[in-house]
């Protein structure tokens, strides 16, 4: 009875995020694994594959050279003021920073069925950070809303994911027209930002539907994977995609519109432009390399994180099971 009660505690739904189904998730995320871990091969081998150049060390000290240290570790300028040999001394690092880049933007306040995009959006943000904490990760966010960026900067604290968790359910609160406003941020705008934050070897998630996922975004994306690994999940409603035969009754919380799409040729144009635009950012992220995973938010959620998430023991359970959320091209983080 405990775990149905837990399910349902965990099943988002409705317009509007809240704290506290954000907070349950620290339990699902203990069965998530966000990286592909590898082979150790050394004593010092981290179990992350990083873009990081060099050998991927934190400096700590400047002591005495002794014989056997590595002579490109001299510290020359305090050799040069001492007169005596000195050499630096690193620290191995064992964590990374995780930023999550969160779309809050008006177009995200439209669902169809169960939970609407935005709602979607700050389950799987929150799922990640407290993931990425569980693996020792240092967790920061930037939230995106349409005339405004709130920054969480990467710390390694549960105190970090409970910022985002509050910074996220306020912005989304705010929320309540689908439509763009005036003068609405472009998602290039986000990259361009995340660039100035993401410190190189840091792991980025983009968690946004990509409406404008498109060739404007091609530069900060190829600069910005250039020292950084990025995973875009796309949130979208399949009512978005293609209208169904049947009239609809569309509401914006406030007045209600008569949509009739029991025209065909209407149907079909309307399909036409979004397999474009949803083809356009995938081919975008195959060019840059980067894995571009769907999530469909009139599903549960907690299934398609770890369908996609899901660590060792979903490994064997993916064989027979048909994941909510679908991946495409790219490689693997």
């Known amino acids: 009875m405990a775990e149905v009660s837990n399910q349902r505690e965990l099943d988002l739904r409705g317009a509007y995020p809240t704290v506290e189904p954000l907070v349950q998730l620290r ?18 081998a981290g179990s992350l594959l990083t873009r990081y150049r060099g050998r991927g060390m934190n400096f700590e000290e400047v002591r005495d050279y002794q014989p056997g240290d590595d002579v490109r570790s001299i510290d020359w300028r305090v050799t040069a003021r001492t007169g005596t040999t000195h050499t630096k001394l690193y620290q191995e690092e064992r964590e990374r920073p995780v930023v999550i880049l969160l779309d809050l933007r008006s177009p995200m306040f439209f669902g169809s069925q169960r939970a609407f995009k935005s709602v979607t959006a700050c389950g799987i943000a929150a799922a990640l950070g407290w993931a990425g904490l569980q693996h020792s990760d240092r967790i920061g966010a930037l939230l995106f809303s349409d005339h405004d960026l709130e920054t969480v900067r990467p710390r390694r604290s549960h105190h970090s994911v409970l910022a985002m968790i509050h910074g996220m359910v306020a912005l989304a609160e705010t929320l309540d027209n689908p439509v763009p406003m005036e003068g609405s941020q472009p998602l290039k705008q986000l990259l361009d930002e995340a660039r100035r934050v993401a410190r190189p070897g840091s792991a980025l998630f983009l968690i946004s539907d990509c409406h404008d996922l498109d060739e404007d975004c091609a530069q900060p994306l190829a600069l910005l994977t250039r020292h950084a690994d990025l995973q875009v999940l796309r949130v979208s409603d399949p009512l978005e995609q293609n209208l169904p035969e049947q009239a609809l009754t569309i509401s914006d919380g406030r007045q209600r519109t008569f949509l009739n799409a029991s025209n065909r040729a209407l149907r079909t144009q309307f399909a036409e432009l979004q397999t474009e635009a949803r083809a356009e950012a995938e081919r975008l992220c195959r060019r840059h390399r980067i894995p571009l995973m769907d999530f469909d938010n009139t599903q549960p959620l907690v299934p398609a994180l770890l369908s996609v998430y899901g660590g060792r023991q979903n490994g064997s359970r993916q064989q027979n099971h048909r994941p909510s959320a679908q991946q495409h091209g790219g490689v693997s983080a």
């Open 27 to 44: 339990y699902v995320a203990r069965q998530m694994q966000l990286f592909r871990p590898r082979l150790v091969k050394s004593d010092q």
